[in-house]
């Protein structure tokens, strides 16, 4: 069955480090790109992270820069998102997606998020 | 930073139209995606490259571009479209983005 299942939330406190996981199933991680994308309570969608399929390149969101490392391990067929000094405002619901590509002339689009998990709740409060 | 707009909300009634708005400036050069999330799901997939319907999404599910505005048009609208839409693009530093969300209620 092709899904992502993530884990590792919880209640963490300010300042505090939690690394999440998605694990794959039915399709394999590093023939695509994968996403990290959160919703806070009452909030949008928000866009964290993603990681290349071949695993060069992270980009990340300005608010999360500097403080969370989106990474894999192609053995484990599963993504992770380690972060660090966490803060009140990253208190959401994490979802991690996959991203089929296209290559075009030498240059990756990454076109979509066709698939998405459950999602893992990470609550940071004292 | 770069900013995607939609209504807050949409109503209609079953068997109507919903249009659903999602307005960027760059559109004309980013494609666009549209996702539905409903309430302790995972979010689906229902548009990708503007106009493209994954399979398994009903045909109901449609959608244009018309330059720095993109719409997701699902025609004969059932309860069980009842959710939150949301649209997705890149802006020219190719950073993902997502609108607010459009809340789809049926009456």
């Known amino acids: 069955q092709v899904q992502l299942v993530e884990s590792g939330g919880g209640v963490v406190q300010p300042g505090r480090s939690l690394r999440l996981s998605c694990a794959a199933s039915?399709?394999?991680?590093?023939?695509?790109?994968m996403h990290w994308v959160r919703q806070a309570p009452g909030k949008g969608l928000e866009w964290v992270a993603v990681?290349?399929?071949?695993?060069?390149?992270?980009y990340y969101a300005d608010p999360v820069k500097g403080r969370f490392t989106i990474s894999r391990d192609t053995s484990k067929n599963t993504l992770y998102l380690q972060m660090n000094s966490l803060r009140a405002e990253d208190t959401a619901v994490f979802y991690c997606?996959?991203?089929?590509?296209?290559?075009?002339?030498?240059?990756?689009?990454?076109?979509?998020?066709?698939?998405w998990g459950q999602g893992t709740t990470v609550t940071v409060s004292s | 930073s770069y900013e995607l707009t939609q209504p807050p909300s949409v109503s209609v009634s079953p068997g109507q139209t919903a249009r659903i708005s999602c307005s960027g400036d760059a559109l004309p050069k980013q494609s666009a995606c549209w996702y539905q999330l409903k309430p302790g799901q995972a979010p689906i997939l229902v548009i990708y490259k503007d106009t493209e319907r994954p399979s398994g999404i009903p045909a109901r599910f449609s959608a244009s571009n018309s330059g720095t505005t993109v719409t997701l048009t699902i025609s004969g609208v059932q309860a069980e479209d009842e959710a939150d839409y949301y649209c997705q693009s890149t802006d020219s530093s190719g950073t993902w983005v997502f609108g607010g969300g459009t809340k789809l209620t049926v009456l």
């Open positions: 997606a996959r991203a089929p590509y296209v290559a075009v002339a030498g240059h990756y689009y990454y076109y979509a998020m066709d698939l």
């Open positions: 990681i290349w399929y071949d695993g060069r390149n992270q």
């Open positions: 039915g399709f394999t991680l590093s023939n695509y790109g």
